[in-house]
């Protein structure tokens, strides 16, 4: 059973940073591509990041040079850091294990960019 679990979501004032985190299980972590996607409220979810088997990240125009996102297979984890957040980056962060139309989901977690 394919499980991917998210953390490090919760609430930042703008120019903030946080981390989340992406722990896989149940599949062969190293062979897929990742991916962090978000859903802000009333919003259809949208790419934020992802990163290939090689470890070459690519990043949604919004995101780009504030968001790194990385790997570790050792650890079949994945991470977002995210630099200087704003209020726009508020939603729903989602973990992502194989590409959005076919592939394996977490549960969320939520980033809220306030003062």
């Known amino acids: 059973q394919v499980q991917l679990v998210e953390s490090g979501g919760g609430l930042v004032q703008p120019g903030g940073a946080l981390t989340l985190s992406c722990a896989a299980s149940?599949?062969?972590?190293?062979?897929?591509?990742m991916g962090w996607y978000r859903q802000a409220p009333g919003k259809q979810r949208e790419l934020v990041a992802t990163?290939?088997?090689?470890?070459?990240?690519a990043y949604a125009d919004s995101v780009k040079g504030r968001f790194t996102i990385s790997r570790d297979d050792a650890k079949n984890t994945v991470y977002l850091q995210m630099n200087s957040l704003k209020p726009e980056d508020t939603a729903v962060y989602y973990c992502?294990?194989?590409?959005?139309?076919?592939?394996?989901w977490g549960q969320g977690t939520r980033v809220t960019v306030s003062a």
């Open positions: 992502n294990a194989g590409g959005m139309a076919h592939g394996y």
């Open positions: 149940g599949l062969s972590f190293s062979i897929y591509a």
């Open positions: 990163i290939t088997r090689g470890a070459s990240g």
